[in-house]
């Protein structure tokens, strides 16, 4: 289904790191661990999430977002949704085209049609994605180039009904170890040339393609754990991650980055941070 009208909103996203000028949201409101779909959330689930906190740690970076001229959309939490705080996997902008994904887990079914609403009140055009799973976790975009995850959340089929709309992208699937949840946890392209990657979620042919085409920056295995790969681009060398993961922080800023520095710890227990907590729907366009 496309959705369409006269005056709509422009999206367009060609990479992960140009301008973001607008994004959208969901609050943690009804956040919790219902039931353990990664293996993040094992590790929290007997003490499981503080709403009230999370929501706090969140609005905390909403502002941050909008103190950097990021126009931020939100989507209404719904209890029916503990995980709808993570807007990255219920769609992805790729090009002028906002999709709208199928998701693989139960208990997030449904997510999908209250972005929908949002999309349609705000105007926005959006595709959906109907044949087999895919989450925007797993979906990357850097220019021509599309690399997707092969993951327990998304498959070959719905990679292939991706491919007949983007018939001018090169499309590069990429394995990886599938306990660690979404492409975006082990591998993140942060500039044109320079990608974060933890390389015990790869296997060496695909570390060896990813070095012909970027300075790899390696994520040890406890950052990893705290989604030290997981960070968000807005452009101009602006980056969002977590104040706990000061190796990658500091190599950031090495790069010449501008590490912005905002604390979601709440938010991680259950398995995403700044990139699954966000759905671009408008960057700059590469020059």
């Given at each position: 289904m496309v959705t369409a009208s006269d005056k709509q909103l422009k999206v367009y996203c060609d990479t992960e790191y140009e301008t973001l000028?607008?994004?959208?949201?969901?609050?943690?409101?009804?956040?919790?661990?219902?039931?353990?779909?990664?293996?993040?959330q094992k590790q929290y689930k007997k003490e499981n999430i503080d709403s009230k906190l999370a929501t706090i740690q969140h609005r905390e970076f909403i502002k941050s977002l909008r103190q950097q001229g990021v126009e931020v959309i939100l989507i209404p939490p719904s209890q029916q949704y503990p995980e709808q705080v993570f807007t990255r996997d219920i769609g992805f902008t790729i090009g002028s085209t906002l999709f709208v994904a199928e998701m693989a887990?139960?208990?997030?079914?449904?997510?999908?049609?209250?972005?929908?609403?949002?999309?349609?009140?705000?105007?926005?055009?959006?595709q959906d994605l109907t044949k087999g799973i895919i989450e925007g976790g797993d979906v990357i975009i850097n220019r021509n180039t599309v690399y997707i995850g092969i993951s327990s959340r998304t498959n070959d089929k719905a990679m292939e009904q991706l491919k007949k709309f983007l018939t001018d992208y090169e499309i590069v699937p990429i394995p990886f170890d599938e306990q660690y949840l979404h492409l975006d946890c082990v591998f993140n392209i942060i500039s044109p040339n320079e990608a974060l990657y933890f390389p015990g979620a790869l296997n060496q042919k695909t570390i060896e393609l990813l070095k012909t085409r970027f300075q790899l920056v390696e994520v040890t295995a406890n950052e990893q754990f705290t989604l030290g790969t997981n960070v968000l681009s807005i452009g101009k060398k602006r980056v969002f991650s977590l104040p706990i993961n000061k190796n990658v922080n500091r190599k950031l800023k090495e790069l010449g980055f501008n590490v912005i520095e905002v604390d979601i710890t709440e938010i991680i227990k259950s398995g995403g941070s700044f990139r699954c907590c966000t759905l671009p729907v408008l960057r700059e366009r590469h020059k």
């Open positions: 000028h607008k994004v959208i949201l969901c609050e943690p409101k009804y956040m919790k661990i219902k039931e353990v779909i990664n293996e993040t887990n139960d208990i997030r079914l449904g997510e999908e049609q209250a972005l929908k609403n949002i999309l349609m009140e705000k105007r926005i055009l959006f």
